[in-house]
């Protein structure tokens, strides 16, 4: 079928290629410029090739904006953050010496509890059991989906083969409120267009 009504799902999937390849893609299409819009006096160009992301000290994490309008109506409109401005990246030793495939099937573990005391308990919890016989893919499912959403939540990165050394209460990334933003109310904003 046309994918008019998916032009939003794969600018989704553009822009997260883009943010984990650090590469911003092409602008396909485009011969002529209007002369009035002035890019050089706006700093600003169109990217006409693949293009390395700008790195640097002076450089802002990278974040991608796409508004989405496609043929038949669909409206998305999105910001995507880089990975690196919520979770800082893995500098210690001995991770960074860790064969590629290890360092990159990270898991998620997430945990949640009533409060900050709570949340930090239910990773000393889990510490008082046998990590190392354990299933960690199992372990990242259970924590993730047969597990009660408290309002005070948080996750860690761990390594499958290394969860004894990698779970510990000073690994764990919290919002920096305490809390989830789970209880704030939802706003709908239909513009007119298309079959809503």
Do not use: C
């Not at 002529?32 to 640097?56: A, Q, S």
């Not at 508004?67 to 001995?94: K, Q, R, T, W």
């Not at 360092?103 to 009533?114: C, D, E, N, V, Y």
């Amino acid at each position: 079928g046309p994918g008019s009504d998916s032009s939003g799902l794969t600018s989704i999937i553009k822009a997260v290629l883009a943010l984990e390849r650090a590469e911003i893609p092409p602008t396909v299409g485009i011969q002529t410029l209007n002369p009035k819009l002035d890019l050089d006096g706006r700093n600003m160009r169109v990217v006409t090739e693949t293009t390395p992301w700008p790195r640097g000290p002076t450089q802002r994490a990278r974040r991608v904006s796409v508004n989405s309008f496609g043929y038949g109506g669909a409206n998305a409109h999105f910001i995507l953050d880089a990975v690196e401005m919520h979770v800082p990246p893995l500098s210690s030793v001995d991770m960074m010496q860790e064969e590629d495939d290890e360092r990159r099937a990270l898991l998620l573990l997430p945990f949640s509890g009533s409060s900050s005391v709570s949340l930090q308990r239910r990773v000393t919890d889990l510490l008082g059991l046998d990590l190392d016989k354990m299933d960690s893919g199992a372990l990242a499912h259970t924590l993730g989906v047969r597990r009660s959403h408290l309002p005070t939540r948080g996750f860690i990165l761990a390594r499958p083969r290394h969860l004894r050394q990698d779970v510990t209460p000073e690994r764990m990334r919290a919002s920096p409120d305490g809390g989830s933003h789970s209880r704030f109310p939802l706003t709908f904003l239909f513009s007119g267009h298309g079959a809503q």
